[in-house]
């Protein structure tokens, strides 16, 4: 059984996986609420935390920010933006969801995480 700061742990890296496939503004939400509790959690659940919400603020900037940006800064009518965009989108997104998974694996296993890149902020 896990304990308390495992739970929260795997709650978190769940929530960053649900924002990216299931649920998105109302995940975040949760794992904004989440985050700014984490003061009482374990060391644990305070690294997933953090982790989580900082890899979901950046893939809320990378998916909508940049893939916004292609299609405005492009030719909206021109089929190589729509390519470029669509693939960015896709390889980003494919990205972001096996580190979520990565994330989730390592909290299952109580293990801290720091995703790669965008986990930079915490530590």
Known sequence: ???????LAIAAEAL????LLLVPGLAFLILAVLFLRRGRAGQLARNHLEQAFAASCWAGVLLIGVGGAIVLLGD???????????????CM???????GV?????ALSG????YPLVGWPFR
């Open 76 to 90: 909206i009518e021109g089929m190589i933006t729509w390519v470029v965009g669509i693939i960015y989108l896709v």
């Open 93 to 99: 997104h494919a990205t972001l969801v096996l580190l």
């Open 1 to 7: 059984m896990a304990e308390g700061g495992q739970r």
């Open 111 to 114: 293990k801290a995480w720091r």
């Open 102 to 106: 990565l994330g989730l694996a390592r």
């Open 16 to 19: 960053y996986l649900v924002n």
